[in-house]
């Protein structure tokens, strides 16, 4: 079945440091979604990539799609303690049978 | 707006016995999904509704089971409970099914807490 996979498991950052997470498919997906759940929270939507390639921009926050549709990536750019939480990728299959979850990556902020 | 609200929030059980979880949409939101989260194994899909049909279902064992009315609330019920199934369980509703447009934004509740003594 479809794998959904995450690197890293868990970051730990200095507060102004740069932040990367990777997000790899085992199979083409039709969208990526990215979450963030901050410590005793619910996952809330961060944004949707569709189109190969494509990059997208929220603040400090940098979001791209694969060519291939089949991996992803998150970059925060000067971390604040605010960005503390676990950021997951999400994705459904082309067929959009499955809608499956990364293990997410864990990022902590040291101020 | 209101957001997707789940009820009850907290729940203890003992195993063998079985459990009902409730969860409301947002306004408007026709689709709703179940995920059960754990430290180690993450977010796992257990299902998506819309329109009070189950149109995905991921890996769980048939003692998981849901249903939707036709206001768009859904309920999941866990039937025989074991030890395992001590999770937190979160529902996600979006404004509609989304394969056929491509797009989709999951709006998450809180959860419901479920533990199995």
């Known amino acids: 079945g479809q794998q959904v996979m995450q690197i890293p498991q868990y970051q730990h950052v200095q507060e102004g440091e740069d932040f990367t997470t990777y997000c790899n498919s085992s199979?083409?997906?039709?969208?990526i979604q990215w979450y963030k759940q901050r410590p005793g929270g619910h996952p809330v939507f961060l944004i949707q990539?569709?189109?190969?390639?494509e990059v997208k921009k929220q603040k400090r926050l940098t979001f791209q799609f694969g060519e291939a549709k089949k991996n992803s990536s998150l970059h925060i750019t000067a971390t604040q303690t605010t960005d503390v939480g676990t950021y997951f990728c999400?994705?459904?299959?082309?067929?959009?049978?499955?809608?499956?979850f990364g293990p997410g990556t864990r990022l902590s902020v040291l101020p | 707006k209101a957001g997707v609200t789940q009820t009850p929030r907290y729940l203890i059980k003992t195993r063998g016995q079985q459990v009902t979880l409730s969860c409301s949409p947002i306004?408007?939101?026709?689709?709703v999904s179940w995920y059960q989260q754990t430290p180690g194994q993450g977010l796992q899909f257990l299902f998506e509704?819309?329109?009070?049909?189950?149109?995905n279902k991921g890996n769980f064992p048939g003692r998981f089971s849901g249903r939707q009315f036709s206001n768009s609330r859904s309920e999941m019920n866990v039937s025989t409970l074991e030890l395992g199934d001590s999770a937190l369980y979160l529902c996600?509703?979006?404004?509609?099914?989304?394969?056929?447009?491509?797009?989709?934004?999951?709006?998450f509740g809180s959860g419901t807490q479920l533990s199995v003594l």
């Open positions: 509704y819309f329109s009070e049909t189950q149109r």
């Open positions: 990539l569709v189109k190969s390639g």
């Open positions: 199979t083409t997906l039709s969208n």
């Open positions: 996600a509703s979006s404004l509609e099914f989304i394969q056929d447009r491509g797009e989709e934004k999951l709006f």
């Open positions: 999400a994705g459904r299959d082309n067929y959009g049978q499955n809608f499956v």
């Open positions: 306004s408007g939101h026709r689709s």
